[in-house]
């Protein structure tokens, strides 16, 4: 079975421009989900998905994070402009959850940005 | 809203040496509790997870866990730590809302 695919794995931007990152969930999961890991700290959830609906979004800086999920299988972030305090490994994970919350998430090796 | 604390921002043991790393959180009732390993550069792996039933919880890799709700803890341990175990782990609680909290880690270095 194939895993949770992330690209690009790396990206080193300036501030004030704009980046996106692209992620394939496991077939057939249901939620997905992405988190932004900064150093030295756990993953913080930015944005759930349930299908191509949002289920959360309350930590997502909505001035310039976006994120969307066409129809209900891959997803792409988005932040625009970047700032330094953006840098930061974002990981996207999947769960065959229908919402329940006790199925476990897989996660992708991540996307590393670095905002100079 | 739930909460998860790892008290312990880095452990180090020797290798062959018993481990424990703890993990307390805050909820109104019984979450879904998790630890997961992350190697460097690599994404979250799923070590073991605990929904109700039998506290005492086994996981990958010789990995267990045990679920104390009279101390809000669901502590990791391994009898016998491997040099291949150094990682970060991560404690997560899911509550009421679904929504997954990572605490903020426990960096595991093994000395040979």
């Known amino acids: 079975e194939a895993g949770v695919a992330q690209s690009p794995r790396y990206k080193i931007i300036e501030k004030r421009q704009s980046v996106a990152f692209w992620c394939n969930p496991i077939?057939?999961?249901?939620?997905l989900y992405w988190y932004q890991q900064i150093l030295g700290q756990g993953p913080k959830l930015l944005i759930q998905?349930?299908?191509?609906?949002?289920?959360?979004d309350s930590q997502l800086p909505k001035d310039r994070f976006s994120a969307e999920r066409l129809k209900g299988v891959d997803s792409t972030l988005k932040i625009q402009p970047a700032k330094l305090e953006d840098s930061a490994v974002y990981l996207c994970?999947?769960?065959?959850?229908?919402?329940?919350?006790?199925?476990?998430?897989?996660f992708g090796q991540g996307t590393r940005l670095t905002v100079v | 809203a739930q909460s998860v604390t790892q008290p312990d921002i880095h452990i180090t043991v020797s290798e062959g040496a018993s481990l424990e790393l703890r993990c307390n959180y805050s909820?109104?009732?019984?979450?879904?509790l998790f630890w997961y390993v992350q190697s460097p550069g690599q994404g979250l792996q799923l070590l073991l997870k605990?929904?109700?039933?039998?506290?005492l919880v086994q996981g990958i890799k010789g990995f267990e866990a045990e679920f104390k709700r009279s101390q809000s803890s669901f502590n990791l341990r391994k009898p016998s730590v491997h040099w291949s175990d150094a990682a970060e782990y991560f404690c997560?609680?899911?509550?009421?809302?679904?929504?997954?909290?990572f605490g903020r880690g426990t960096s595991l270095i093994v000395h040979p």
């Open positions: 997560a609680v899911v509550g009421g809302s679904y929504i997954p909290t």
């Open positions: 909820y109104g009732a019984t979450p879904y």
């Open positions: 994970a999947s769960s065959p959850s229908t919402g329940l919350g006790n199925t476990e998430a897989f």
């Open positions: 605990y929904f109700s039933g039998d506290t």
């Open positions: 077939s057939g999961h249901a939620t």
């Open positions: 998905f349930q299908n191509n609906g949002v289920v959360d």
